[in-house]
């Protein structure tokens, strides 16, 4: 079993930043990857940006730019970071770690944006 748990998001406002973490615990043997999904009041989940083992990374279009993601693989923890935060950021924020036969979610956290 794979638990993630988040931190990070609250309230903030427009142009200002937010950085959110997970770690993930459990019982396994290694994470392909990790990303952070949102989803936004009244729409489906979509990705943030994800986070492959070897380095590999991808954004959504909506934050390219102004977002980063980072990952220790060792400690098995992600980190992202959106800066110049707009009201369209707001959404419940979940990250997201895959294995070689499972896929697993946080509980989610919630970044609201001020204008």
């Known amino acids: 079993q794979v638990q993630l748990v988040e931190s990070g998001g609250g309230l903030v406002q427009a142009g200002g930043s937010v950085r959110l973490s997970c770690t993930a615990s459990?019982?396994?043997?290694?994470?392909?990857?990790m990303g952070w999904y949102r989803q936004p009041p009244g729409k489906q989940r979509e990705l943030v940006a994800r986070?492959?083992?070897?380095?590999?990374?991808v954004y959504a279009n909506s934050v390219k730019g102004r977002s980063t993601i980072s990952r220790d693989n060792a400690k098995n923890t992600v980190n992202l970071q959106i800066d110049s935060l707009k009201p369209e950021d707001t959404a419940v924020y979940f990250c997201?770690?895959?294995?070689?036969?499972?896929?697993?979610w946080g509980q989610g956290t919630q970044v609201t944006v001020s204008s």
């Open positions: 997201y770690a895959s294995l070689a036969q499972s896929a697993h």
């Open positions: 459990g019982t396994f043997f290694s994470i392909t990857t």
């Open positions: 986070r492959t083992t070897d380095g590999s990374t």
